[in-house]
């Protein structure tokens, strides 16, 4: 009785493993949940009193523009001009109500119904459920260890077949945490250029770039990079608001008008509230947004260390919110070392079977949301595993 796409999708993982909350008897201490991405740190004064602000206006009532408000547009652009010293107009951008959402609607602008979209593999959970909800067919790009947690572009073009209509890629990554240098970047941009298909590039964790890494990449400094690049962008994570759902998908215009095809379909507009409140931040909050920047660099440095100390332990990537990790258990399924590690050490992260085939030995674990002194208990914890 219910559409055979839907019900073949598995659960939501983060629901999934928050349920295993109710085994765990306390008796290690507090609960530590690496599981689900989100700060770990509330968000700035100043943005609550502009959510409360814009949410007292007529006008956060009131229907938007499916594109989304002129202000946070004219402001999103301009804000991109400076991180990729480029220029972006306000028609390029369209915003969405979180970045799940401006997934979903670039797929569908760019995909129909037995064609095929690339992913790097282990993915995202939820692009890659995203993809089977539409009908829209996956070829898997797998990252290798001895490339960074990376694809390598010969992968890639082996990949791209007749139905390929696009390549989507997360950097800083999720599950992974990799960052994916600039120039790797300009080379898989122009192998999609070469072979006619779309590179999705999803910059949801881009403010959480090592302090070290200057512009993230050039791809928008290339002379019709519209006909290309579709780029996705939370701002979920940036300015602590995720329950609010805003996100932003850069693109030339043609795309942002089918864009609008789709939103109007599905949400009409996005939030109002968050848009209005967001547009001065961008500017306002620079030092605090490199402030956490800083924090959440310092909270990953600490996970690579902590897991180096762990007999077993392998850590194969980390970067921004996320690291990705080899659990010593092998022959153990990675669900059932995750519900091991929930109920008896008090400790939530995310199995790696969530990430795609062949990832039973490894965990992905959220460092973002906890403080250094929390990850520094991870050793007691999962000792007695």
């Not at 001065?280 to 990953?300: G, K, V, Y």
């Not at 996320?322 to 059932?336: L, M, N, Q, R, W």
């Not at 008090?346 to 674990?365: A, C, K, M, N, S």
């Amino acid at each position: 009785m219910f559409n055979p796409a839907i019900a073949s999708l598995t659960a939501p993982p983060v629901s999934v493993v928050l349920d295993w909350r109710a085994s765990y008897n306390g008796d290690k201490g507090a609960l530590i949940d690496m599981s689900q991405a989100v700060p770990g740190y509330a968000a700035h004064p100043d943005m609550m009193m502009a959510l409360a602000d814009a949410a007292a206006t007529v006008d956060a009532a009131r229907y938007g523009r499916v594109e989304g408000d002129d202000g946070l547009r004219t402001a999103y652009a301009a804000h991109l001009g400076e991180i990729y010293d480029s220029t972006v107009e306000m028609g390029e951008t369209h915003i969405t109500s979180g970045c799940n959402q401006a997934f979903v609607a670039s797929a569908l602008a760019v995909a129909g119904r037995g064609e095929e979209i690339l992913m790097t593999r282990p993915c995202y959970f939820n692009h890659e459920s995203a993809l089977g909800m539409l009908g829209i067919n996956i070829g898997y790009v797998d990252c290798h260890t001895e490339n960074g947690m990376r694809p390598l572009v010969a992968d890639i073009d082996a990949a791209i077949g007749p139905k390929t209509r696009a390549l989507a890629i997360v950097t800083p990554n999720n599950p992974c945490g990799t960052i994916y240098p600039a120039d790797l970047l300009d080379e898989i941009f122009t192998l999609c250029r070469k072979r006619g298909i779309w590179l999705i590039l999803d910059e949801t964790y881009r403010d959480f770039l090592p302090l070290n890494t200057g512009q993230p990449h050039r791809l928008l400094s290339h002379d019709g990079w519209q006909d290309t690049l579709i780029q996705l962008y939370s701002f979920s994570k940036s300015y602590c608001m995720p329950g609010h759902r805003l996100g932003a998908v850069t693109g030339g215009a043609a795309l942002i008008a089918e864009l609008a095809k789709i939103i109007d379909n599905i949400q009409i507009c996005a939030p109002r509230t968050p848009q209005i409140a967001v547009a001065p931040m961008l500017r306002q909050l620079t030092d605090w947004r490199q402030e956490n920047r800083a924090r959440i660099a310092a909270r990953s440095d600490l996970f690579a260390e902590i897991i180096a100390s762990m007999d077993g332990w392998t850590l194969l990537s980390t970067g921004a919110y996320f690291g990705y990790v080899k659990h010593p258990f092998a022959g153990t399924a990675s669900i059932e070392v995750a519900q091991n590690m929930a109920r008896k050490a008090g400790v939530l992260t995310i199995p790696g079977t969530f990430f795609g085939e062949g990832q039973e030995d490894y965990l992905r674990f959220a460092f973002a949301n906890a403080g250094r002194d929390v990850i520094a208990e991870l050793p007691d914890r999962l000792a007695g595993l």
